[in-house]
């Protein structure tokens, strides 16, 4: 069965530092690329980027780029996603979802969502 | 960035109606749309691909349509597990844009 399963919620100060992850399993992780999609209340849904853990390309989102990095470690099949200094802008829901270039391959399957809130 | 223009933003229906839900893209996107539900609480879940390709698990009533500017989805008989909200997301350029949403409620 394939399973996206995320890190559980964070609240932090405006300021600090934070990664949060997605671990895969139940397919051959190095074969799907894990993409992270941003959720405000009021704003829906926003794409943040992908990447492919096999060679760790990445491809952001220009509303993204410079705000957060994404990495992975193929050896415990997790995706990350962090930043070095939050702003309360940055309080959402943020979910991973895997991804493959082929017909179908686009966000089959979901984590449950990592809720982050930042504080001023 | 490709805008995804989804209408209505909420609606309101019974048991065993036909709705429909469209999103326009700005420009054309082929086929390259997918549909998804969400209910509170829980992750989106996909429902179309490739605009018109029916997730597997996913009922028969659920149907999509449309390719290049225009695309629907169209549930044929509401159910009461249906009431949530639906996107539609492009991925024919990145970066990648989702509708606005449309909740669907109970009238």
């Known amino acids: 069965e394939v399973q996206l399963v995320q890190s559980g919620a964070e609240v932090k100060k405006s300021g600090e530092s934070l990664k949060i992850s997605c671990k895969g399993s139940?397919?051959?992780?190095?074969?799907?690329?894990i993409g992270w999609v941003r959720q405000v209340p009021g704003r829906g849904l926003e794409w943040v980027g992908v990447?492919?853990?096999?060679?760790?390309?990445?491809r952001y989102s220009p509303s993204f780029q410079g705000q957060v990095t994404m990495s992975v470690d193929k050896s415990t099949n997790t995706a990350y996603l962090q930043w070095g200094s939050l702003k309360a802008s940055d309080t959402a829901i943020y979910y991973c979802a895997r991804h493959q270039f082929i017909t179908g391959g686009q966000f089959d399957y979901w984590g449950q969502g990592t809720q982050v809130t930042v504080s001023s | 960035d490709i805008q995804m223009t989804q209408s209505p933003s909420a609606m309101f229906a019974s048991l065993g109606d036909r709705i429909t839900i469209t999103c326009r893209a700005s420009?054309?996107?082929?086929?390259?749309l997918a549909w998804f539900q969400q209910k509170p609480g829980n992750a989106p879940q996909r429902l179309i691909y490739a605009a018109s390709f029916l997730q597997s698990g996913v009922p028969s009533r659920f149907s999509g349509s449309g390719s290049g500017t225009e695309f629907t989805l169209t549930i044929s008989s509401l159910q009461p597990e249906d009431f949530a909200t639906y996107f539609c997301l492009q991925y024919r350029n990145e970066p990648w844009t989702f509708g606005q949403g449309t909740k669907v409620e109970v009238k």
């Open positions: 990447i492919y853990p096999g060679d760790s390309d990445t």
């Open positions: 139940g397919y051959v992780f190095s074969t799907y690329w």
């Open positions: 420009q054309a996107i082929s086929n390259s």
